[in-house]
T-cell receptor
Framework: DAGITQSPRHKVTETGTPVTLRCHQTENHRYMYWYRQDPGHGLRLIHYSYGVKDTDKGEVSDGYSVSRSKTEDFLLTLESATSSQTSVYFC?????????????FGQGTRLTVV | KNEVEQSPQNLTAQEGEFITINCSYSVGISALHWLQQHPGGGIVSLFMLSSGKKKHGRLIATINIQEKHSSLHITASHPRDSAVYICAGGPDKLIFGTGTRLQVFP
């Protein structure tokens, strides 16, 4: 299995609090992605990174920020959590651009905002 | 209309049956991904293909680029195949289907 770990795996937080999710990889892959998964929707891209300190927005980036200070870590921050951000969050990594390269996914983080 | 659509949304089968899950897309793609998600678990990549057919064990994936259609087949299905199967593709970013939930009963 690809070495990709998400933490925490589960979190309950209150509306208005900041939350940070961590994705850690041991594969030295260049690309890292954060997705959210909600009922009735396919996985939707929040942010992605194509190198250290190189990040870009996805289709549902409002209310989220990311940072990548090391190759192995990609952090997703909810600046002020809202109930609409209750979701399952997945991190993914790939060696090249994801459309043409195999993807490896983390186990997911279930976040509940109350 | 979603750019990547799967059918059926739900599928039940008896152990041993041949399973087909379909994926149609309206966008240009570099490659089509098939993924598997077990209940409560993470997501695993099964196949990535841009033409023809690929086989891994009892799983077979095919793609017809001209018709913008891909299929995932499972031969001799088993209860452990019960999972959500997701297809994804896109021109520059992956667009994911909403998944097909498969339940295989003994």
């Amino acid at each position: 299995d690809a070495g990709i770990t998400q933490s925490p795996r589960h979190k309950v937080t209150e509306t208005g609090t900041p939350v940070t999710l961590r994705c850690h990889q041991t594969e030295n892959h260049r690309y890292m992605y954060w997705y959210r998964q909600d009922p009735g929707h396919g996985l939707r891209l929040i942010h992605y990174s194509y190198g250290v300190k190189d990040t870009d927005k996805g289709e549902v980036s409002d209310g989220y920020s990311v940072s990548r200070s090391k190759t192995e870590d990609f952090l997703l921050t909810l600046e002020s959590a809202t109930s609409s951000q209750t979701s399952v969050y997945f991190c993914a990594i790939s060696q090249g651009v994801l459309v043409g390269t195999e993807a490896f996914f983390g186990q997911g983080t279930r976040l509940t905002v109350v | 209309k979603n750019e990547v659509e799967q059918s059926p949304q739900n599928l039940t089968a008896q152990e041993g049956e041949f399973i087909t899950i379909n994926c149609s897309y309206s966008v240009g793609i570099s490659a089509l991904h098939w993924l598997q998600q077990h209940p409560g678990g993470g997501i695993v990549s099964l196949f990535m293909l841009s033409s023809g057919k690929k086989k891994h064990g009892r799983l077979i994936a095919t793609i017809n680029i001209q018709e913008k259609h891909s299929s995932l087949h499972i031969t001799a299905s088993h209860p452990r195949d019960s999972a959500v199967y997701i297809c994804a593709g896109g021109p520059d970013k992956l667009i994911f289907g909403t998944g097909t939930r498969l339940q295989v009963f003994p």
